[in-house]
């Protein structure tokens, strides 16, 4: 199997590409610059990773990148005041994807689930977990997946991560849902970024069909 995985060197790219190299398939790690290895130093070292240069605002980067591919995964965050950028990326991979009939899972935000606490309202809409600061990502993360949706063509699975998601320790273990945020006994949403990474590549190898899903830590 060969993975594409658009936007290696971030901090939940670059442990897709990791998780997915020690699984053994082969993988383009896409970003516009693979030479940032101390963001992704498997891009370096593994022999399975192939580090790529790609706009993905560009076509015939993106079709370079998707070339082969068995799936591809996107995973870009708005930066303040850049939401239309990631919005238009995600619609140029979407297109990309479905001309090259490689199915895509995108790694969005926590915005569009339903709230635990209400599920009539969104997690956007709930600051017990959306502080005000973060409203601007969240609702970057609500814009990303109506993308998604509008797309006229392709397959694609959106994968909501809980509401904290930061570097931690690999576990290998996660707990799955659908669209409602998944909680703790203390009401905690957490996952690490390694073990997001696990539930992606679980996806790939075993896809499940779902349109909208998320993980959280056990």
Known sequence: MKITVIGATGMVGSRIVAEAADRGPGIIAASRRPNNTSAVPTVAIH???QALPVDAHIASDLDTALAGAD???LTV???PGQTSQVLSLTEAVLTATAHARVPLLVVGGAGPLRSPVDPD???LNDPEFVAEEWRDLAAASLAQ???CRNHPAGRWTYLSPPAVLEPGDRLGDYRRGTTILLTDLDG???ISAED???AVVDEIEVPSGERHFT????
């Not at 993980?215 to 056990?218: N, S």
């Open 47 to 49: 022999p399975r990773v």
């Open 71 to 73: 799936a591809a995964v």
């Open 77 to 79: 965050r708005a930066a």
């Open 121 to 123: 309202s969104i997690v």
């Open 145 to 147: 997946l109506e993308v």
């Open 188 to 190: 905690r949403s957490w």
């Open 196 to 198: 997001l990474a696990v």
């Open 215 to 218: 993980v959280a830590a056990r």
